[in-house]
């Protein structure tokens, strides 16, 4: 990710470095500002709750750096989680007046905290904030999509190649000498209740790619990519 080009030394957002990525990115320097000094700053550290399922959905958040997990929580205690969002992704557009579900950080995390009211108000007096805020939700309704198509339709290793090249796009590195590298921050265990599979299974496929040369951990939190073409023939669910 790049810092946002233009914006005066002084800027509140001088120093984000997800602004040309943000729901702000609409904003031309001045507003950005004004609207920057709408908020406040959050940082949380991993483990603990942003908010809960049920809470007032009063506040919303622009992720500037560090990784968010949702969690549902169903009436047997049962999780399921919804989403991993990554630095850029704005959190907390609820619908309704209450949380449809849980936010927890995953690696420490830094967020541009803002009123919803206040929030609101601002997207009524620039358009192209809200167009933007359109764009988003759009793009959130089509991972969704995608999401419903992979539970139901994915083999398990496909689901987690999928995942990875996914997490890769967001957040992947790659090293001077064109190594490319997946930081993995959210344990095993989450992985597999995004994926729908057992910590078992995703162990069991961590293993297999590692052995058929598509992947080589670093850590339990880094991967590196050997064989991007298979990566991506497993996540489309393209024969080899």
Known sequence: MTKRPMLPEDHP?????????????????????????????????????????????????????????????????????????FPGDFVGLEAGERRNF???????????RFLKGRFEGFVSRY???????YRKAAGELALAHQKIVM????????????????????IGRKESNGVKLIPLPMSRGDIADYLGLTKETVSREFTRL????VIRPRSLALVEILDPQRMQELAYGIAA
Not at 33 to 60: M, T
Not at 102 to 112: D, F, G, K
């Open 13 to 85: 957002c001088q120093t984000c470095h997800v602004s040309a990525e943000a729901l702000c990115c609409a904003l031309d320097a001045d507003t950005l500002s004004d609207f920057r000094n709408q908020g406040g700053n959050v940082c949380i550290a991993a483990g603990e709750p942003l908010f809960h399922q049920g809470d007032p959905a009063d506040c919303v958040f622009s992720l500037t750096s560090g990784v968010i997990k949702l969690n549902s929580i169903l009436p047997d205690g049962r999780r399921q989680v919804i989403a991993f969002l």
């Open 102 to 112: 849980s936010a927890e950080a995953v690696s420490e995390v830094r967020l541009c």
């Open 210 to 213: 590692r052995a058929s040369r």
């Open 127 to 133: 358009p192209a904030l809200a167009d933007a805020r």
């Open 151 to 170: 539970l139901g339709r994915m083999t398990a290793a496909e689901r987690l190649a999928s995942f990875l090249a996914d997490v890769h796009r967001r």
